[in-house]
């Protein structure tokens, strides 16, 4: 009987983590996940994934070389897929030797671990188009990086000085995702897409009064995590490790979700106002968006559209939800968890 493959993913309670794990549970391998301490016990936080009896968690930390050794050892991994992550670009001004620890370190600690326990795994590792910061699109794997967040910094080291840098020193397989943002119903309830989907859901249902924004010009190319996973586990069947923009090429604007959101739920919007001033009102006139200036970030990444070209062509990727039905489902996923809480 041939052996099933066994992955360790680093970050499975986060969103991209448990919709890969589903994914390769599917595939038949045996999943094993890095989960850190937390208040909340991790089994209470991933229903999805934590109950299947093929996914096995290892309490540990990327900021813990004994602990991802010890998850190594216990987890003989054929493939490693490192998400784990501050992942909050925001935040990442606020916390920025958090964001270096684990996101630059918590790599480095882990392929040195990696490298003498498991020296044959094939390793992912969840770059970001946030490294291209200011350079304007379409982004491609050949586009300069300029990053402009602690968060891009910490991610552009990681990239150069350990996946290209030990690819190329020690010849290990480490493949990096250039992944642009992608979304779903189980995005973190920070991030603006879902921010937006819940509170509007709310005010539809008459729970709030009101949906509190930042910069609604930055423009960003979403798609569904659901179909970058399907990526990443694709770079890793490759005989070469690589690099590639996981991407839908189609972008629009913070304003342009709200408006689609807004008329998944049946609210006509309309804009008025200037900068801090603008306000989007209801088809009755009543204010439902705001603006203030504590969402703003010192420095943003106005305009990402990313150019997937390679994945295309090298691992036949393409994304199989559109802009459209991505706000469809996580509008309708947020208005059905509201409105289920409401009755309970
Ligand atoms: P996410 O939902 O924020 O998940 C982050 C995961 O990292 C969580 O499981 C979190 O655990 C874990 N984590 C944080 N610090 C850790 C530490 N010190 N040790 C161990 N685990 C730790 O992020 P995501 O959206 O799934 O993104 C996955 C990866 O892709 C991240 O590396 C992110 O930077 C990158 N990325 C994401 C996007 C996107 O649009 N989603 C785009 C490009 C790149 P807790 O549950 O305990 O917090
Ligand atoms: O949803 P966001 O916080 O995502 P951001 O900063 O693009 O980062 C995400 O995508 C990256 C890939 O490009 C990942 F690497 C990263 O881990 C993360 O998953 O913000 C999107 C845009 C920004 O321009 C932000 O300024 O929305 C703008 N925005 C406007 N109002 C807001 C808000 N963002 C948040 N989070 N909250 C607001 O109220």
């Known amino acids: 009987m041939k052996k099933r493959k066994r992955a360790l993913i680093t970050g499975i309670t986060g969103q991209d983590g ?13 999943v094993y996940g890095l989960v850190r301490r937390t208040s909340l016990d ?8 934590a109950h299947h009896p093929n996914v096995r968690l290892i309490y540990g930390n990327l900021r813990d070389s004994a602990s991802i050794a010890r998850a190594l050892n216990e987890s003989k991994p054929d493939e490693i897929y490192n998400l784990a992550a501050q992942s909050d670009v925001g935040i990442s001004f606020k916390c920025p030797e958090e964001t270096m620890e684990v996101n630059y370190f918590g790599l480095g600690r882990l392929l040195i671990e990696a490298m003498t326990i498991v020296p044959k795994a094939k390793i992912y590792h969840a770059s970001t188009s946030e490294m291209f910061g200011d350079t304007r699109p379409p982004q491609n794997e050949t586009s300069k990086f300029s990053p402009v967040s602690p968060y891009g910094v910490a991610k552009l080291m990681a990239y150069e000085d350990y996946v290209r840098g030990y690819r190329k020193k020690y010849g290990m397989f480490i493949c990096s995702g250039i992944l642009f943002n992608h979304e779903s119903p189980r995005r973190g309830e920070h991030f603006v897409t879902r921010k937006i989907t819940i509170s509007l859901a709310k005010i539809k249902l008459g729970l709030q009064q009101c949906l509190i924004l930042g910069n609604l010009n930055a423009r960003r190319d979403w798609g569904f995590a659901g179909d970058y996973v399907r990526a990443m586990h694709m770079m890793l069947q490759q005989k070469k490790p690589g690099d590639y923009v996981i991407a839908t090429g189609v972008s629009h604007s913070v304003r342009d979700f709200v408006e689609a959101a807004a008329a998944e739920l049946d609210m006509t919007m309309s804009w008025s106002g200037k900068g801090t001033k603008e306000v989007g009102k209801d088809r009755s006139g009543n204010v439902i968006v705001k603006i203030d200036k504590k969402f703003y970030r010192p420095r943003e990444v106005h305009d990402l559209r990313g150019d997937s070209s390679k994945a295309r062509k090298e691992l036949n990727w393409k994304p199989e939800l559109s802009f459209t039905e991505l706000v469809r489902m996580m509008t309708r996923a947020d208005l059905e968890m509201i409105a289920t809480r409401r009755r309970s």
Do not use: H
């Open 18 to 30: 448990s919709y890969l794990a589903e994914y390769l549970l599917k595939k038949n391998y045996e």
């Open 42 to 49: 991790p089994m209470m936080r991933i229903e999805t994934v």
